[in-house]
């Protein structure tokens, strides 16, 4: 059986295993079976764990005038609930219901705010706490909606009634036991993790027998072990993940330690990689490496969790499990793609950017992938995972993975990615004075009969990048002349200043003014346009370097960036 039979035997068997989950879903929230999540009401909230994400108080102004500004949408209410209305923006629905908002109102510390939350709280329990349909009662969305309401139990039962604390715990009880019974079915990946931690939460902050909380904490445990890597990335290669699973698993440690409970040992050791992994993931100027799903990066977030670091040592150079390298030296930090896709199922967010790199210089990024928008349609996700929103290098312009699925497949799975690199080799080449390696895919080979290697070497200094492109067969032979068009893509973040100079270099400026110039004695570099989707304010134009040439002709190409006034 080729690798193509061997993935769509592998899909379809993931196909089957949705249905059965989505029909479970649909039959649990039947009235039939309904009744399953009924039970005993605990009587009190023994804690409230901490929430490390960062608040505004000034959204709860907001969020009191009846203006809901929630992932990158804005909803005003006018005199109606939000859980009342008809909003078609899914995103803004999930972001809604899982009430991770509820952190700015208790950042507010008013009464007003208190008395707000609490009102909003009873009208979903009114009008989605029976109701087991829709994007309120996705796994995805109880397992936040479960912590974000143990998180701040206090402030939304503060000066509260007794038949609202009532109504509130035996909501939260049922959303629970929900979750217990869906957990095995949920997509994997970070989606179940977080939900087995947002059983661990219930069943430390409310009071349950001590077998709950034993099987619940070894459920966490099988998950962190099967789920974070030995460098404490994520299965999924998402650096994304590994920020957002540490603002759930920090507090969820601490909420052991709080209840005088021993976490379970694979937790403690997840984290403890975790915490530089992130760090690994930060470029000069603080922001994530844009890779497999990373956009914009809110500071603040990340900081917030670095607080909690007490290694502070120097970051990682070879994450060989997760499948990246890092490069760093005097002020420039170089970070690149070296690994193989992530299983089918955590892949919705991957990209095709295999042996991509970012690269910044003090505070300055330089060179970027484009990265996602994280609030846009998702029919720009596309454009955002193809190889030639990368730094690295396209052959006969086209993906070195494919997203697109039989219309059957993806009205199930969505668009993971198939059909990618399946042999990925990486060597480091670090020596007194520089640190380097070389990488090679095979995500052409298929197609093309092409594999492509980069080598990537930073001088002791950080002022020089030199860079060398091969492209050869299987074999180490040379590529003939057809389909072997090659584009090596250089992006631009959008603050970088593009001009040539009298010489017809290209020179790179930054904001600070720092010059970089790129040359290459094989390939006479040309400009194009690009787009940088990972801003904050949205997507933005910038600017891309091409070198393209045939690789029939030119089997290497080699090329410099190196910073002017050392």
């Known amino acids: 059986m080729d690798s193509v039979e061997r993935d769509s035997t592998r899909l379809w068997a993931l196909v089957a295993r949705r249905i059965w989950s989505q029909t479970k879903h649909r ?47 804005l909803v005003e209410t006018g005199e109606e609930s939000p859980f009342q209305l008809k909003v078609s923006n899914g995103r803004w629905l999930r972001s809604l219901h899982g009430f991770r908002w509820l952190r700015h109102m208790r950042a507010a510390g008013s009464e007003i705010a208190a008395a707000n939350a609490r009102s909003l709280v009873s009208d979903w329990i009114t009008l989605h706490g029976s ?10 969305t109880v397992a936040k909606r479960i912590i974000a309401w143990l998180q701040h139990s206090s402030v939304v039962l503060q000066g509260a009634e007794f038949a609202f604390y009532r109504a509130f715990l035996k909501s939260l009880a049922m959303q629970i036991r929900y979750l217990r019974a869906v957990v095995p079915d949920t997509p994997d990946g970070a989606t179940r993790l977080r939900a087995r931690a947002a059983l661990a939460f219930s069943a430390l902050s409310l009071p349950v027998p001590p077998s709950a909380l034993r099987a619940a904490t070894r459920n966490l445990a099988v998950e962190l072990k099967r789920q974070i890597l030995p460098d404490g990335g994520h299965v999924s290669r998402d650096p994304l993940v590994v ?16 209840q005088a409970e021993a ?7 997840a984290v403890d990689r975790m915490l530089p992994a992130l760090r690994f993931f930060r470029l000069g100027d603080g922001a994530m490496a844009r890779f497999n799903g990373m956009g914009a990066t809110i500071q603040d977030r990340i900081l917030t969790i670095l607080r909690h670091d007490d290694t502070v040592g120097a970051p990682l150079l070879h994450a060989s ?33 295999c042996l991509a790199f970012e690269m910044s210089s003090g505070r300055n990024p330089l060179i970027v992938n484009s990265g996602v928008d994280s609030y846009a349609s998702e029919d720009f996700r596309p454009l955002a995972r193809a190889t030639a929103a990368h730094s690295t290098a396209t052959i006969n312009d086209t993906s070195s993975a494919r997203f697109a699925l039989q219309p059957g497949m993806a009205r199930w799975l969505g668009t993971p990615l198939v059909d990618g690199p399946k042999e990925v080799r990486s060597t480091r080449l670090d020596k007194p004075g520089q640190q380097g390696f070389v990488a090679s895919h095979d995500g052409y080979l298929p197609r093309f009969g092409i594999i492509h290697e980069r080598g990537l070497r930073l001088s002791d200094d950080g002022a020089v990048l030199t860079g060398m492109d091969r492209f050869f067969g299987s074999g180490g032979q040379k590529v003939h002349r057809e389909q072997d068009a090659v584009s090596i893509r250089f992006h631009l973040h959008p ?3 593009l001009f040539r100079d009298d010489d017809e270099r290209l020179v790179l400026v930054t904001p600070q003014h720092e010059r970089w110039t790129l040359s290459s004695p094989d390939v006479v570099p040309t400009v194009e346009e690009s787009i940088f989707f990972a801003s904050l304010g949205g997507p933005l134009r910038s600017r891309q370097i091409v070198l393209a040439f045939r690789a029939s002709e030119l089997g290497e190409v080699r090329w410099r960036f190196s910073r002017e006034g050392n």
């Open 131 to 140: 109701r087991i349909e829709g994007p309120a009662w996705e796994p995805a």
């Open 27 to 73: 039959v649990f929230g039947g009235p039939i079976y309904r009744w399953r999540f009924a039970g005993r009401t605990p009587d009190r909230v023994l804690i409230a764990p901490p929430d490390l994400r960062v608040a505004d108080p000034q959204l709860a102004v907001e969020f009191y005038h009846g203006r809901f500004p929630l992932a990158g949408h």
């Open 321 to 353: 499990h997760s499948g990246y390298e890092r490069l760093a030296l005097g002020r420039t930090v170089v970070i690149a793609d070296t690994g193989a896709a992530p299983p089918f199922e955590m892949s919705q967010r991957a990209h095709a950017g």
């Open 243 to 258: 920020l957002e699973m540490l603002a759930d698993l920090l507090p969820l440690r601490q909420t052991y330690a709080n």
């Open 495 to 497: 603050d970088i200043e």
């Open 263 to 269: 976490p379970p040992q694979e937790l403690i050791n």
